[in-house]
């Protein structure tokens, strides 16, 4: 082989190899730039779950402190902190589904599709599943 195409092979595997390097150097400079999931979107994520387990608390709350709900509280012998603490220790999925049956408790009383037994009834339903839920 005469020089001139020792250096011509020499040429391009240095081009061929630089390409090659350089192409995954730049891939995971890129990586670090960008992610899967934008930080703004976690970001908003979080804040929506957040605030949706502040509205599934205060749903809860809402209907411990009402009237009947504190006459439930009494009758059960359990101290509203004791049930609010309990409150705060539950898991996303419990504390949903419990806010859910205490806003579809709340509206049915207020339109009159159940009695004021029914409604302590339910409220005393929820009391115990939150200290059962806390328990174990």
Known sequence: MTFGRKLLVWS????????????PTSARESAKTQHVV????????????????????AAVRHLLTSEAGQKV?????????????AISQ???????????????????????FISAKTLAYIILAI???????VLV
Do not use: H, W
């Open 90 to 112: 539950l898991d996303e999925q419990e504390l949903a589904k419990l806010a859910d049956r205490s806003r579809q408790a709340e509206n049915d009383f207020a339109a009159g």
């Open 127 to 133: 009391v115990v599943i939150v200290v059962i839920a």
């Open 12 to 23: 391009l595997a240095l081009i061929v190899g630089f390409g090659i390097t350089g192409g």
């Open 38 to 57: 934008p930080v703004e979107e976690l970001k908003q994520q979080t804040l929506r779950s957040a605030q949706a387990r502040a509205e599934n608390e």
């Open 73 to 85: 509280l009494q009758s059960a012998k359990i101290d509203y902190a004791q049930a609010d603490r």
